[in-house]
């Protein structure tokens, strides 16, 4: 006789809910992870009283009222919306890049006007299969972008020159532009 309906691996948030869901329905499921904790990447630890995010900081948004419900049921949410800018020079940069972003840096009004700069910045580099974090964020994104809000930041985070990042740090296939 079997013991468990399900074995479900990781006990993030998919694995939680979905053995929480599958137990509703009158299942078993054995939830196996290789951390010695539960929660994912967005585990937290108290440390001396302090609430700490394990894995770096979490955000939880949704736009679906039934999401947001349902996940209100196990935790208190914020109603927190994120709102990063990037500074370079002194001058403040919206974050993810969008229309501001380039209407401040390139003095431009249009989406088109943006995809053709990008574009033309892009083709520019000569960057066809990059090998690192600097030629992913050229390739995707051009050398304005890549300058003004890429390098910086990334220099900081990661404590190394951009061009030293190789392998995880640089699979990505896409920089976050919106052009609205």
């Known amino acids: 006789m079997k013991e468990y309906d399900y074995l479900i691996v990781g006990a993030g948030l998919y694995g939680a809910v979905m053995a929480h869901e599958l137990k509703k329905k009158g299942k078993k499921c054995l939830v196996i992870d290789r951390r010695d904790h539960i929660a994912g990447n967005i585990y937290c630890e108290d440390i ?20 947001w419900d349902y996940m209100n049921q ?11 800018v990037a500074v370079y020079k002194d001058e403040l940069y919206n974050l993810p890049f969008n229309m501001n972003t ?34 992913q964020a050229l390739f995707l994104g051009g050398r304005d972008i890549y300058e003004k809000l890429i390098k910086g930041y990334t220099e900081k985070q990661w404590g190394k020159k951009v061009y ?16 609205r």
């Open 48 to 67: 001396e009283g302090i609430h700490v995010h394990k894995y770096g900081a979490h955000i939880f948004h949704t736009s679906d009222k039934k999401i």
């Open 164 to 179: 030293r990042t190789s392998g995880i740090y640089y699979q990505t296939s896409a920089i976050p532009i919106c052009l």
């Open 74 to 84: 196990f935790a208190e949410f914020n109603n927190y919306i994120n709102s990063p």
């Open 102 to 135: 380039f209407s401040k840096m390139w003095n431009i009004r249009t989406p088109q006007e943006a995809k053709e700069i990008i574009e033309k910045q892009r083709k520019e580099t000569g960057i066809t299969d990059p090998q690192n974090l600097e030629e």
